[in-house]
């Protein structure tokens, strides 16, 4: 991982479909979906049909001189209960995309756990239940042995933040639970899962590096009163320090800790040796998803934060959410400043827009283009203030299944007419593809 890599993500039941196919099993997404929690009543299937036209889509990453693809691995395609033997389908799937990404030039990047947790699991308690941490790092095993000789670069988790309190404690995400006690527990065991895997890949002496992804934001006070800096704070312990403090330090941040404990009672997921196998499991680099910062004021009505969003002065984008680059430097600039130099890879960043399919041969995004312009040189910027930046992947190739959001929310840079299946690109892939083929030996200018 020297060079630096210009490269796109996307996730496994964001775009494969074939929910039924090959042995799959159940995942909390089909479930929460089948229950009526996706607008407009949307599924996991047909999503992109990737699962069939994997190798058109790896076609189009090449024609754009995409030198990364960061997918995901199904867990319930590969253990469709979540635990026992694989099998060998899924993990066949994975090995000829991984071998046809390496056939043309694209360096694999693979995420063991983008949200698809098998529905048997969360049955049994999903990860607010300790035992998920092992059944997690026995996932991995089955991974790694298949795959270890062709990919080099692991994530363990794809934003344990989402996994954990959007999935457990609001319930905005699958599994659905309003628990913030299930929801703190839950982002204890992901981190434990963490740990577990990534000290056994460096125990076996696995080749390739390991680290995890976190969705980290800037959160800003709304004013300069001692409660919205406060609040600030907390929204920053609760997003941020909470996941970096135990995997760079090995512990959970006290003023969070207190906080939790007033809130919520006493926090008892962590048993004794957990926080050393987290800090241990340690990483090779650091994946870094940023959309956009916070802005917060102090409110007594949340029961848990005691915060509320602010709205900010910028542009929006389809999501709501505010276009502010800028944040970006700031951001990693602080991971260095707090955490020191860790490898770092931006692993998701782009944004949700309107885009329409008129006709023409490239559907226009103005607007994404100018967000991947002025994020990318924020990047940039960072780097030349020396933070250890050596990948940038764009969010997302495809349009695709947009969690709760069901197939409203267009993230890609290639269109996809859903009802035939047609990729088109869009003005941002094309304005990527030229990006890239300016920077030459891997250099960012
Ligand atoms: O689509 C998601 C992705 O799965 C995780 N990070 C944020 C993206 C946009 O919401």
Redesign the pocket.
């Known amino acids: 991982m020297t060079e630096f890599v210009w490269g796109a993500a996307a ?1 496994a039941f ?1 775009i494969e479909g074939a929910t039924q196919e090959d042995g799959r099993g159940e995942s909390i997404w089909d479930r929460f979906a089948a229950t009526g929690h996706v607008a407009n009543g949307d599924t996991g299937d047909p999503a992109c049909d990737h699962y069939h036209r994997w190798r058109e889509d790896l076609d189009l990453m090449r024609s754009l001189g995409l030198q990364g693809y960061r997918f995901s691995l199904a867990w319930p395609r590969i253990q469709p209960d979540g635990r026992g033997l694989a099998n060998a389908k899924g993990l066949d799937f994975y090995r000829r995309l991984v071998e046809g990404m390496l056939e043309r030039g694209i360096r694999p990047l693979a995420t063991l756990y ?2 698809d947790l098998p529905q048997a699991l969360e049955d049994g308690g999903g990860w607010a239940a300790r035992e998920t941490a092992y059944r997690f790092a026995e996932y991995a095993e089955l991974c790694f042995d298949v795959l270890g000789d062709v990919v080099e670069d692991w994530i363990t988790h ?2 344990p933040w ?1 996994t954990s309190f959007l999935g457990y404690g609001t319930g905005v995400k699958a599994p659905g639970i309003r628990d913030w006690s299930a929801a703190l527990a839950a982002s204890h065991h992901a981190l434990l899962s963490h740990g577990l895997v990534a000290s056994a890949f460096r125990d076996a002496g696995r080749a390739g590096r390991i680290g995890i992804t976190l ?1 980290l934001t800037v959160a800003n006070a709304a004013t300069g009163s001692e409660h919205d800096l406060a609040a600030a704070r907390r929204l920053d312990g609760h997003h941020n320090r909470w996941f970096l403090d135990p995997l760079v330090t090995g512990e959970y941040p006290e003023d969070m800790l207190a906080h939790y404990e007033s809130r919520l009672g006493s926090f008892d997921a962590v048993h004794d040796g957990d926080l050393e196998t987290i800090r241990r499991g340690g990483l090779d680099f650091l994946g870094v ?1 940023f ?1 956009r910062p916070n802005l917060v004021r102090a409110a007594s009505e949340d029961g848990v934060l005691g915060l509320e969003e602010v709205a900010q002065a910028a542009e929006v984008t389809a ?1 709501g959410w505010p276009v502010v680059p800028a944040a970006l430097t700031e951001l990693l600039l602080r991971v260095r400043r707090d955490y020191g130099d860790l490898p770092i890879l931006i692993t ?1 960043n ?1 944004a ?1 827009y309107d885009d329409v399919l008129d006709g023409g041969s490239v559907v226009e995004d103005e607007p994404r283009v100018a967000y991947l312009h002025d994020h990318i040189a924020a990047v940039v910027r960072a780097r030349e203030q020396g933070v250890d930046v050596r990948g940038y992947y764009v ?2 190739l495809l349009d ?1 299944f ?2 709760e959001w069901g197939y409203e ?1 267009r ?1 890609g840079i290639v269109f996809v007419d859903f009802p035939t299946q047609r990729r088109v690109f869009k003005r941002s892939a094309l304005w990527y593809r030229d990006w890239i083929a300016r920077q030459t030996n891997g250099s960012v200018s």
Do not use: I, L
């Open positions: 996730s964001q983008h949200w794809n934003e989402v969705d998803n959309y999501m998701e782009g949700a969010w997302s695709n947009e969690w929310k993230f």
